[in-house]
RNA sequence: GGUCCGGUAGCUCAGUUGGAUAGAGCAGCAGCCUUCUAAGCUGCGGGUCAGGCGUUCGAGUCGCCUCCGGAUCACCA
């Protein structure tokens, strides 16, 4: 907001003073730094004019500032070397204070596509993980900013149900369950199938164990193993849609949507659509045909197609087995064609961790290969991993933090500080139910959405996630420390602008300034998909909020202006805390 | 080995796209509740920004080299 404005005013005196044309985004104003904020709001930095001013840093900024002084939003200026500092008048500020929990989308105006964004994109042969958790929280996180820079965003999911993996989970529970249910082992469904993949695995180890110790070599016992033998064949029966095969994938898959719904409730995620794999992998392989008519892929002597990147600097990729099943990129061929054609053209955000970087810089190549001219609006969000003490999460050793566990653990965490600070004693139970939720999983959210999404993170299970210091929680409380005290309040009247012409206390101004800059921190997280930027500007807010409180009264001041005016930062205050962690995805509570 | 990503305080992370004296939290120590919610606030200690060279008025940020971690290069997804 401030800088923006600054920018043009300083423009224009560059015009008048040196007549010479800038446009104001060339030029860098920044928030002055700490150490001179008594002399300053927002810095302008002179060195890159001296060419046009060919005067010293000192006189340049000085004459600039002589002539920005004009404006009455500027209440003064002072130089600091090649640093021209301006501090903000009493009436601009309080200008500023009541528009600065809104958000100007900057979108809005500029036509730009309608944002199709693919997250979560579960396995249903593994349960959700902390791996899956950032991914889904970011997933949301950046649809909720991108909408509120004003873009559409088409929220969706692609299921991953069909595959060699999947034909695995299904025979292990073929051979060794027994007909076991969720009901009947009393687990969720997702957890059942999963324990049965991983069933698999062990069983595929044991069997290639005894064909080694008859001699046979590891890609021969590889090849005799009639396990994988049983699983490819079940691949070949399901895509010939074989009705056995069929009836026993759908009641599989049905178990596991009932576990993935349960965590998604607890997690506080939804899509607008929902994509299958197992219906979109032919259109896949449509395109793989359209391709190889056209020659931009080829066929081997065993029958499998192939691209050839080599001329782009990959090698080749597979993209049809020998026996004409699907891999994993047949599919997604198929899933950005029809996203295409679902919603017109549009940008295909992805946010998929960054171990197939590889893959979607090929899926791009080769829809430039076809020749769509859509090809250049994918865009994979790629994200760090989340790893543990020990290294990576493997599903298959079990060294996986279970979503499901964590999010109750985190309440559980909740629950008890709650109970131990003691106050909130009269509270009914579910009220007392939805904080430890509200605070628990806000702890979560936060502790994974602050982190820079591009970088790995680290979590450490023995270590509980803090609820103190730069934390969901914290930011939680300075809300609900607000509330408190705007209900204390009642209701006040507006404010007089021209009752601070004396100044306003330091503090005062300078949170008014921070808050001012929170739609322009909405637009930055929306450009740089990065919510991580939204999380520590609310943090900081917070931080300030509540060096604000503790050193001034509020409630008890004297002067009714400075009350209705600290009563009025403190509710817009709330609002942007508020705004920003819903942006999160996190809830907030009105007490805790 | 090729390609890509990263390395900032004991630990976990910021660092506004090249600007002023590199910041938070946690952990440690010392204070602050008869007063608007102490999940808070204040203070102290803690740094060769992996290392080197270069570009620049100015480099944690850009370029090159080296070292160290990670990912990827599957008829897995």
């Known amino acids: 907001m401030f800088s923006d404005k600054l920018s043009r005013y300083a423009a224009a005196a560059i015009q008048t003073l040196f007549n010479h044309t800038l446009s104001p985004e060339s030029l860098t104003i920044q928030r002055t730094i700490p150490a ?29 500032g002589e002539q920005l002084i004009l404006l009455p939003e500027i209440a003064q200026y002072y130089v600091v070397k090649g640093f021209l500092n301006l501090k903000l008048s009493p009436q601009a500020i309080i200008a500023a204070l009541g528009e600065s929990a809104e958000i100007q989308p900057a979108a809005i105006n500029k036509a ?34 991108l909408e509120a820079a004003g873009y559409k965003v088409h929220k969706v999911n692609l299921v991953n149900d069909r595959g060699i993996h999947i034909c695995k989970s299904m025979l292990a529970w073929t051979l060794f369950a027994n007909n076991e249910t969720p009901e009947s082992a009393g687990k969720k469904g997702d957890k059942l199938v999963g324990d049965y993949y991983v069933l698999f695995d062990k069983k595929y180890k044991e069997e290639l164990a005894h064909l080694k110790s008859e001699g046979w070599s590891e890609e021969v016992a590889a090849s005799k193993s009639l396990l994988m033998q049983q699983a490819r064949d079940m691949l070949l029966k399901w895509e010939a849609r074989d009705p056995e095969i ?13 576990g ?55 090698d080749e990729k597979l993209l049809l087995r020998a026996d004409g099943t699907s891999v994993y990129m047949t599919q997604d061929l198929g899933t950005a064609q029809l996203r295409i054609n679902d919603f017109g053209t549009s940008r295909l955000l992805y946010v998929v961790g960054n171990e197939q970087n590889y893959h979607f810089e090929v899926l791009k190549l080769i829809f430039k290969k076809l020749g769509r001219p859509w090809a250049g609006n994918i865009f994979h969000l790629s994200y760090g991993m989340v790893e543990l003490p020990e290294g990576k999460m493997k599903s298959r050793e079990g060294t996986v933090v279970d979503a499901d ?54 979590f450490d299970p023995r270590e509980s996630i803090d609820f103190n210091g ?3 929680p ?82 008890k001041e004297a002067d009714e202006n400075k009350r209705n005016l600290r009563l009025t930062i403190s509710y817009q205050i709330a609002q942007v805390l508020k705004s920003g962690l819903n942006l999160l995805g996190i809830e907030v509570p009105e007490r805790m």
């Open 260 to 314: 993935f719904d349960e965590t998604y409730k607890t997690m506080g995620i939804h899509f607008d659509k929902i994509y299958y794999e197992s219906e979109t992998y032919l259109l896949g392989r449509e395109i793989v045909n359209e391709g190889l008519k056209e020659k931009v892929f080829f066929k081997k002597e065993d029958g499998s197609v192939w691209v050839d990147l080599s001329e782009e600097g990959l």
């Open 112 to 145: 730009e596509l309608p944002v199709v964004l693919e997250f979560s994109s579960p396995n249903t042969n593994k349960p959700l993980h902390l791996g899956h958790i950032r991914n889904n929280l970011l997933g949301y996180s950046v649809a909720a900013i």
């Open 246 to 258: 069929l009836r026993l994938w759908k009641q599989m898959n049905g178990w596991v949507y009932a």
């Open 474 to 555: 914290f930011i939680q409380y300075t809300y609900a420390r607000i509330k408190s005290v705007l209900r204390k309040a009642g209701v006040y009247p507006g404010l007089n602008p021209d009752s601070f012409d004396a100044g306003l206390h330091p503090r005062e101004h300078s949170i008014i300034v921070s808050l001012s800059l929170f739609s322009t921190m909405v637009n930055q997280a929306a450009s740089e998909l990065n919510p991580a930027l939204l999380a520590n500007f609310i943090y900081e807010l917070a931080r300030e909020y509540n060096q604000f409180y503790h050193e001034l009264t509020i409630l």
């Open 470 to 472: 730069n934390t969901g």
């Open 405 to 458: 566990d964590l999010m109750a653990e985190m309440k559980a965490t909740a629950r008890s500080m709650t109970e131990e600070l003691g106050k909130i004693d009269d509270f009914n139970s579910e009220e007392a139910e939805n904080l430890y939720q509200t605070v628990g999983l806000g702890a979560l959210k936060y502790f994974i959405l602050k982190v820079d999404p591009r970088k790995n993170m680290m």
């Open 36 to 64: 001179f904020r008594e002399f300053g709001d927002f810095s302008l930095v002179v060195f890159p004019l001296l060419k046009i001013s060919r005067k010293s840093p000192e006189e340049t900024a000085r004459i600039i």
